[in-house]
């Protein structure tokens, strides 16, 4: 069974950083896209970032300059650098990939507060 395992959520102050994982877990199919979402208590669940299998990258524009989507396909892993981190940052952040035979998964989602 596949899973997406997700790590380095946290508390950081405001100007700080914090770098996000997504790893899945399990027999896997390839991975075509991969997903950054958060959602911040009573909002919506929102897009934050995407990386395709080639490397291109999307952004929110909340976000464009200060966060980075990567990606080791070999790990099939995913990564979020977050600098620059503001409070209205704060929410649980997941990841979400696609893979070629069809498939969609959800990590289970991490945590992130800025707070002083």
């Not at 994982?21 to 991975?31: L, R």
């Not at 704060?90 to 998964?105: I, P, S």
Request: aromatic share 10%; with cysteine; net charge positive.
């Amino acid at each position: 069974q596949v899973q997406l395992v997700e790590s380095g959520g946290g508390l950081v102050q405001p100007g700080g950083s914090l770098r996000l994982s997504c790893a899945a877990s399990g027999v896997i199919f390839t991975i075509t896209v991969m997903h950054w979402y958060r959602q911040a208590p009573g909002k919506q669940r929102e897009l934050v970032a995407t990386i395709g299998r080639g490397g291109s990258t999307t952004y929110v524009e909340s976000v464009k300059g200060r966060f980075t989507i990567s990606r080791d396909n070999a790990k099939n892993t995913a990564y979020l650098q977050m600098n620059s981190l503001k409070p209205e940052d704060t929410a649980v952040y997941y990841c979400r990939f696609f893979t070629l035979d069809g498939r969609d998964y959800w990590g289970q989602g991490t945590q992130v507060t800025v707070s002083s």
